[in-house]
């Protein structure tokens, strides 16, 4: 791994030795019962990024690669419920 801007990144021949057939996870699938504990164990734990602040020019990246596409929910109905919390 080599260090690049304040992070690591994988060279080419490093990223080939993980990929496919070489991993350990390659064509396998979580049980359910895994799935579960893997939940479980992240409850009420709060995310790695939590009030840490974005720089201005990560902020007017995000802002621009949104610009001109509608929001998440433009077009859903909202139930007969939820419109009535809202008026």
Same mark, same amino acid.
């Given at each position: 791994?080599?260090?690049?801007?304040?992070?690591?990144?994988?060279?080419?021949?490093?990223?080939?030795?993980?990929?496919?057939?070489?991993?350990?996870?390659?064509?396998?699938?979580?049980?359910?019962?895994?799935?579960? !504990? #893997?939940?479980? +164990?992240? &409850? /009420? $734990?709060?995310? *790695? =990024? %939590?009030?840490?602040?974005?720089?201005?020019? @990560?902020?007017? !990246? #995000?802002?621009? +690669?949104? &610009? /001109? $596409?509608?929001? *998440? =929910? %433009?077009?859903?109905?909202?139930?007969?419920? @939820?419109?009535? !919390?809202?008026?």
């Amino acid at each position: 791994m080599i260090k690049i801007d304040g992070g690591w990144k994988f060279t080419s021949e490093e990223k080939e030795k993980l990929t496919g057939p070489n991993n350990h996870m390659y064509g396998k699938t979580h049980t359910l019962e895994a799935r579960q !504990k #893997i939940g479980d +164990s992240r &409850k /009420g $734990k709060s995310s *790695w =990024n %939590k009030g840490i602040p974005r720089k201005k020019s @990560t902020k007017l !990246k #995000i802002s621009l +690669s949104k &610009k /001109g $596409k509608p929001t *998440w =929910n %433009k077009g859903r109905k909202s139930s007969l419920k @939820t419109r009535a !919390k809202v008026a």
